[in-house]
């Protein structure tokens, strides 16, 4: 129950940092596109470099240690990976939201005004985030410690990307307030997932490959195109760079 405790809380701090790094907005007027983009490219990054370093190498690690063979071991974590692609998939299908690019997804929910829509889309990307810290305090609090860490900083300018979105429909105090409430859905996430691997370890490596399955599928899905969406990608693609190579980092340190 400790364990699932800090995990939680871990989670939550991470999630509030969504909060934190809109902030600024209530001192800046605007957000530039490109900024945006550099944020959400650093997101992307963080994610990329905890799907594999943080997920799916100790995944396989545990796999191994529960079949005793790697070829087995490789066969768990690839279902597991694609079960969590497959997963995000379809609740991005059936769910409905809009993108502040590519417009309406999911299904069609004619009481729910475009804003809100633009929330669940945010809060389905952060659902992953949640379930990577909660599975990764599986493997115990020094591969967790990590993640979260990672995770609440590319919440930050992922936050203050969001909210600046948000301030095209709403005051900018409630864009922040809204971005924060994005975020409030890490925790729970990571509550599920930390409770499963805990109640039955044999599923700490499906848990790790889930998480990590449906994180890249985030990123290649939903992240990469918003921040390609006026061709000038260089800027995001830097910021990618940064992100990645920063999540390696405290992951082979702290982890």
């Known amino acids: 129950m400790n364990l699932i405790a800090t995990g ?15 902030l600024p907005l209530l001192m800046v007027r605007k957000l530039s596109d490109q900024a945006q983009n550099a944020f959400l490219g650093f997101a992307a990054g963080v994610m990329l470099a905890a799907a594999f370093f943080s997920l ?29 692609a497959a997963a995000l998939h379809v609740l991005n299908a059936l769910a409905p939201h ?14 729910l005004s475009r804003v809100w829509l633009f929330v669940i889309a945010i809060t389905l990307h952060n659902i992953p985030e949640g379930l990577a810290v909660g599975v990764s305090y599986g493997v115990g609090p020094e591969k967790g410690g990590p993640v979260a860490l990672g995770i609440g900083l590319q919440n930050m300018p992922e936050g203050l990307a ?40 044999g599923l700490l490596p499906w848990g790790l490959g889930f998480a990590a399955g449906a994180m890249i599928w985030v990123v290649s899905s939903e992240i990469i195109p918003e921040t390609h969406r006026d061709n000038r990608q260089g ?21």
């Open 162 to 201: 969001v909210a600046a979105s948000l301030a095209a429909f709403y005051r900018r105090s409630v864009a922040v307030g809204l971005a924060l409430a994005t975020g409030l859905v890490e925790p729970v996430a990571a509550a599920v997932g930390l409770a499963a691997v805990s109640v039955a370890t």
């Open 8 to 22: 939680v809380l871990a989670s939550l701090a991470a999630g509030v940092a969504t909060g934190v790094g809109a």
């Open 98 to 111: 809009e993108h502040f690019l590519a417009g309406h997804h999911g299904a069609v929910a004619p009481g």
């Open 235 to 255: 800027l995001s693609t830097a910021a990618l760079m940064v992100g990645l190579v920063a999540m390696m980092f405290l992951d082979v340190v702290f982890g």
């Open 56 to 84: 799916i190498i100790p995944a396989l690690d545990a796999a191994e240690l529960n079949t005793g063979s790697e070829v087995r071991a490789a066969l768990v974590v690839v279902v597991a990976v694609l079960l969590g």
